[in-house]
């Protein structure tokens, strides 16, 4: 999983079209909702990129998971506007002492889309199917599983890791047992991860969804991933026109929890941030997202509701150590002083935007109150140069183009804000700029193309080895050498630590050391993110975790 992470209209008639591009609300013949909110017509939701495919699995993006969060649920999920848990696909779950036989008690007369049953053999064929996984399909981009649970039933590549998932049993209808070879912190809250969605195991067979082609770097997808998604959720799968750059899903009459108050939901694909904006003005979309900061402040003028993100991510300035100056501790110290961190979060920021001191939210367990900080202070940094005997030093600056992250909404003035206040104390840069498809991800994670670079992370749940051990949790990360053991020993041992208050003292510790000891990277900013919708869209609830489900959204 990177630390970056990223990310139809069918048979529609063209009066329909006209109407939902003049208004943003078809007729229809359902009655007004709960409290008056209007119900049927079309929401029009701007995506700023295609779906790799809508099996959930095999994506590990944003633009991805867009689609699929409406189409599928998953055993637990994030309570609306929040990182908390609830139940799901599963009502309630419990896990015996050590933390290694998680017993799910499963939500009744819940139907997949096809019709088929939802119950325990479904959970565990979802289950099975990903950990039996082989071939291309367990090479293409499972990262999300990789990271949970680490390797396969057989792993065929190195580098995998031992396997945390052991077998999963129904013991009825209604209950479903995972038994893990270990316990991992990542439990429960990776149950709510989009990309563990559980599928209609009917639709993946008879669609062949383990069948999976590499070509060279590319894969191709099953007919289930690309034409026949089958899940749980609100709204169905109805089309993906890939000329028109729409995908189309409608509503789901037979859901088991809050019915979609819109007939279909409409995601149109505008790769460029200003059409997007345009479109919106022009009503012919009724939401956007990720606004730049400069942007907010208009948009709210102009009557559009501007909806701020709880901010649960991290934007850092990481740091390669194949260059011997930056495995000095006190030069990486050095360039943690030189930052106005205060200043960036006040001229480049989004409003709400704060300060940055350790690699995780403070709403996250572990989160340490008396970490080492880095005040804004060059004459400091000055100092610890000269003591480190480094001078004249220079280093390449990477930074990503033509990408707008919830953490990053700007990359090159953030770069430019940062290499100018690394130039005031007597350290050269030489800026790098690569695109973030096109090279950025590649460079920045590979040993020897880089010194410094700019990334971040929005969280998946709310567990502190989601950011601290998918940043520094493995020796072959963009952050340091595998010299730093005792690292990454410490955020193993906290990770498998099982009892609650003893997991909290063992992250507050990590995150201590990794302030005062190792500063593997230097944490900048956390940014709220932003969701755009018109004056007359009604019941969006924004998610720290990007998670927003449209079943909820009226329009008109």
Not at 32 to 39: L, N
Not at 368 to 382: F, G, I, L, S, T
Not at 415 to 425: E, G, I, K, P, S
Not at 428 to 442: E, I, M
Request: with cysteine; net charge negative.
């Amino acid at each position: 999983m990177q630390a970056s992470r990223l990310k139809a209209a069918v048979a529609l008639a063209a009066a329909a079209a006209l109407a939902v591009g003049a208004s943003g609300c078809a007729k229809s013949e359902r009655d007004e909702g709960s409290g008056g909110a209007k119900t049927g017509g079309t929401f029009v939701f701007a995506g700023a990129g295609n779906p790799k495919n809508f099996d959930p699995i095999f994506n590990d993006d944003g633009e991805s998971f867009r689609p699929i969060r409406q189409m599928y649920d998953t055993l637990v999920q994030n309570k609306p506007g929040t990182a908390d848990l609830q139940g799901a696909l599963a009502e309630s779950w419990e896990h015996d002492p050590d933390g290694k036989v998680w017993t799910f008690h499963l939500r009744k007369g819940v139907k997949f889309h096809d019709g088929t049953d939802f119950n325990a053999a479904a959970v565990c064929f979802n289950f099975d199917r990903w950990f039996n996984m082989k071939g291309a399909a367990a090479q293409s981009q499972m990262i999300y599983y990789s990271d949970v649970f680490g390797g396969f039933a057989k792993n065929e590549a190195e580098g995998v890791g031992e396997p945390v998932y052991n077998k999963c049993e129904a013991k009825d209808d209604g209950t479903a047992v995972v038994t893990m070879n270990r316990y991992k912190g990542a439990f429960p809250g990776a149950f709510a991860l989009t990309a563990l969605s559980i599928a209609s195991p009917e639709a993946l067979k008879k669609y062949d969804a383990d069948t999976v082609k590499q070509n060279g770097d590319s894969f191709e997808y099953s007919a289930f991933a690309n034409e026949h998604p089958v899940g749980t959720g609100p709204f169905k799968y109805a089309g993906w026109d890939k000329a028109k750059g729409e995908i189309t899903l409608e509503r789901n009459p037979d859901y088991w929890g809050e019915k979609a108050k819109v007939d279909k939901l409409v995601i149109k694909i505008i790769e460029d941030e200003n059409t997007r904006k345009q479109e919106l003005r022009a009503g012919t979309v009724q939401g956007i997202d990720f606004p730049a900061p400069a942007d907010r402040k208009a948009l709210s003028g102009e009557g559009f509701q501007v909806l701020d993100r709880p901010a649960f991510n991290i934007l850092y300035l990481g740091f390669n150590q194949k260059n011997p100056k930056l495995k000095d501790l006190r030069v990486r110290q050095a360039i943690a002083y030189a930052l106005n961190r205060q200043q960036l979060v006040q001229t480049k920021g989004p409003g709400g935007t704060k300060v940055a001191d350790e690699f995780m939210p403070d709403t996250v367990l572990g989160y340490a109150q008396d970490v080492q900080k880095y005040e804004y202070n060059p004459d400091k940094a000055k100092q610890l140069l000269k003591e480190a005997g480094v001078s004249n030093l220079t280093l390449n600056f990477y930074y990503p183009t033509d990408v707008s992250r919830p953490y990053m909404p700007n990359p090159q003035e953030i770069f430019t804000v940062l290499a100018n206040d690394l130039q005031a104390v007597g350290i050269k840069v030489n800026g790098v700029a690569r695109p973030w498809n096109g090279g950025y991800k590649d460079d920045v994670q590979q040993f020897g193309k880089h010194d410094l670079h700019i990334l971040g992370w929005t969280g998946d749940y709310n567990d502190p080895g989601n950011f601290v051990g998918t940043f520094f949790g493995r020796s072959k990360v963009e952050f340091g050498d595998q010299s730093m053991t005792e690292m990454f020993d410490a955020i193993t041992k906290a990770d498998a630590t099982v009892d609650e208050a003893g997991k909290k003292a063992a992250w507050e510790q990590v995150n201590r050391d990794i302030a005062a000891k190792w500063l593997p990277a230097v944490p900048v900013w956390h940014a709220p993110p932003a969701i755009v919708v018109t004056k007359d869209v009604k019941g969006l609830v924004a998610s720290p975790l990007t998670d927003e489900r449209f079943n909820t959204v009226s329009v008109g």
